[in-house]
Structures are given as C-alpha cells and as structure tokens.
C-alpha cells in the first residue's frame, strides 16, 4: 500500500502529539521537531532549534553521529539525559529523510512505565510492611486480651474456690457449736454457753467480713470506692484494732504489741483506716507461729509530714520478689488460710485513696514487715474531729 504525502503529514503529527512516542527529527544535528513526549522527558533542551547532541549522554555522542550519518533505517541503542537528571537507554529507530533529516523514534512509555512500576512497587512494599507491622501488633494486642481473659477465669475459679472453703468452715464450725448444744445432756454452764457463743459470733463475724471483703473490692474496681476524710488519731484507731482482734489472736496463741512516738495524727476516714489495720493484723495474725506476737508501731515519717505504721509478724517473711505481688487479688502467701485473699488488695486500694502508700519489707526479726503512710492534717483541719473518736464502726 502506497503512503501519500498527506498520509505522512498525518502520520508526524500524530508522533509529534503523542506522550508516549519519543519522537526528534534532525536536520544537519539540530532539531526540527520534537514529540511532546519529548519534550516532557528531556526539557527544554529538546525544543526545536536546540542541539540534538545536548539530548544525549557522552557516552552516545559517537553512536549518535554515526546514526545521523547512516544511509538506511537501522536501530540505535542511545544513552539520553533526562531533564531532571540521571540518563536512560533508549532504543531508536533511525529513518534517514528524503530532504537529508533523520527521524528518531524511540518509546519514551516504557521507562515511564518502568518508572511508574517502581513506585508503585515500593508503595506497595511499603504499605504491605506497614500491615505486617499492624497485623503483628494486633496478634499481640489479641494475645495478650487471651491470656488476660485466661487469667481472669482462673482468678475467678480460685476465688469461688477459695470464698467456698472460707464460708464452709465458718458453717461448719457453727453447725459444730450448735450440734454440741442440742446434743448436751444438761444444760450448759454460763462459763461454757460463753464460750460456745464466742465461737458463734466469730465465725458469723469471718462471714461477714469475707463478704464486705467482696463488696468492698467490687467497689474498689470500678471506681465508687470513697473515704470522708478528717482529723484522726492513729492511737485511737490502734486501740480499737486491739480490741477486736484480740479474741482472734488469743485463739491462734499470738499476742499482739503496740508502741507509738508520740501524738500521731493523720486526716483520714476512720473506718476505712481502720479496716486497713484489721486487715494486716489479721494477715499477721495468719502468718505468725503460736507462742510469738505481732508488733504494731507508730511513728512519724521524718521531713515528709506523714505518719507510719507498720505491722510485724513473726512468720516466714515475704521473698523481695514476691512483695509487690501480695497486693494483688485473690493472694494468699501460705500460713494459716485466711479470707479470700481479698484484704491486702484493699488495704492498698483505701490507702491510695488516702494519698498514701502501703509496702512490705523484711522485719527485724526476719518476719514480714507491713507498712502504709497517710497525710497529717493541715491547720486547717479543725481540732473537734479529733475528739470525736475514730468513727471505725
């Protein structure tokens, strides 16, 4: 098929508009004709008028000469400068002219295409290792929610566990007192229905603990927790502390000591430190051989404005990598069994709220050593609250 002179024109324009065809038609080395691809890719330098040689790397200036001067079609592999630097290989086709020009045809769409393939790649690169990073830290994320969730339901099981045996043995030691009394052939003497009565109480009261114990903590968790602070007397609450659980300690054969420096005041809520003190001497108490004693101490805290207290026993101690441990939920560090594990952990809860601290350190005599700081009172505080007792029941 023949092609007309109107068919070429056609042709050439349609190269010299295409953004993919690289496209340069040279007359004598200077461009006449450049496609816009051309243009796009290699700047300004490859306006019409321009050097052709200036398009190309020195590399290819020779090869290109020598495809300028060749008499017959032949493809040309040239090495061009891109505008905004760096040089590319390009494959021409160089067609010599009737009026002596040559025309060079290269594919300016497949390093762009290459080029796009690249980014693109690393796009993708880099997203997928973005994902890979997600991915791993939401396995970790799930992971770590299973092994919470493992870990509550084996909590939950120790403690149905444990508050089963604690009221069990409290029921039992009832039905125990209560079947000595329906069983006795004469009625019983005052020092004896004193006696069994005692025992009643007590056990009614480590049931009623066990269950303010659950109710408190269930409080603690979710926040609603709350004290009425004001001005207190460590002394006074110790006293009282002493007071009741002195039945308790007589029946484990452990006597319980007191000592306070001086005037010990602290602005806190009566019953709630109270209920701390319960707490560690009851805890002592469990951990502390028959024939020794728990100590009780009060002292203030030197430069801090804090009053200390510090409750010993004579038991077996905590290991230092044990000790911030005892505070957590459902604990119970061997000796006798005691409650649901339930009283440190609340201990610690009521003291935070004070604005104190609580920790556990070896004692003197090699035993544990409980002790929590509380906040004196400003002067504001007025003097009629310390009057006014402890308030702890």
């Not at 002219?97 to 796009?123: K, M, N, Q, Y």
């Not at 926040?223 to 004001?230: C, N």
């Not at 805290?301 to 990598?321: K, L, N, S, Y």
């Not at 005892?326 to 006798?336: A, L, T």
Request: hydrophobic fraction near 45%; charged fraction near 25%.
């Amino acid at each position: 098929m023949a092609v007309t002179q109107p068919d070429a024109a056609a042709l050439l324009g349609a190269l010299l508009a295409s953004q993919d065809d690289l496209l340069l038609v040279v007359q004598r080395g200077e461009i006449t004709h450049a496609s816009a691809a051309a243009g796009r890719l290699l700047g300004g330098a490859a306006a019409p008028g321009g050097d052709a040689a200036s398009l190309f790397h020195e590399s290819s200036r020779e090869k290109l000469a020598a495809a300028l001067a060749h008499e017959a079609p032949a493809t040309w592999e040239l090495q061009v400068c891109r505008e905004h630097g760096g040089q590319e290989a390009v494959t021409f086709l160089v067609v010599p002219a009737a009026d002596g020009s040559r025309v060079l045809l290269g594919r300016a769409f497949l390093w762009d295409e290459a080029r796009r393939r690249e980014a693109t790649a690393i796009a993708l690169t880099s997203e997928l290792a973005n994902l890979t990073r997600e991915l791993a830290t939401k396995g970790a994320e799930l992971e770590a929610a299973r092994a919470g969730l493992e870990e509550l339901g084996r909590q939950r099981e120790d403690f149905m566990s444990i508050v089963s045996h604690d009221l069990k043995s409290s029921l039992n030691a009832i039905r125990l007192q209560a079947a000595l009394l329906q069983q006795a052939q004469s009625d019983p003497t005052p020092a004896q229905r004193a006696t069994i009565a005692g025992r009643l109480l007590r056990n009614v009261d480590r049931m009623t603990a066990l269950i303010s114990d659950i109710l408190d903590a269930a409080l603690a968790d979710a926040g609603e927790l709350r004290i009425a602070a004001r001005r207190l007397s460590m002394e006074d609450v110790v006293a009282e502390v002493v007071d009741t659980i002195a039945p308790i300690a007589a029946e484990a054969g452990v006597q319980i000591r007191s000592a306070a420096a001086g005037a010990a005041l602290v602005r806190g809520d009566g019953r709630r430190v109270y209920q701390v003190l319960v707490n560690l001497v009851e805890n002592a108490i469990r951990h502390t051989p028959p024939g020794t004693d728990v100590l009780i101490e009060i002292e203030l805290a030197a430069g801090d404005g804090c009053v200390r207290c510090a409750v010993e026993d004579a038991g077996p101690g905590v290991a230092p990598e044990e000790r911030a441990a005892v505070f957590e939920r459902f604990r119970r560090q061997g000796g006798r069994a005691g409650r649901a594990g339930l009283g440190l952990h609340i201990a610690q809860r009521i003291v935070a709220l004070h604005g104190g601290s609580i920790w556990v350190e070896a004692g003197a005599r090699g035993g544990a050593r409980f002790v929590f700081e509380l906040p004196s009172p400003g002067d504001a505080d007025g003097s009629a609250d310390a009057a006014a007792g402890t308030g702890a029941r």
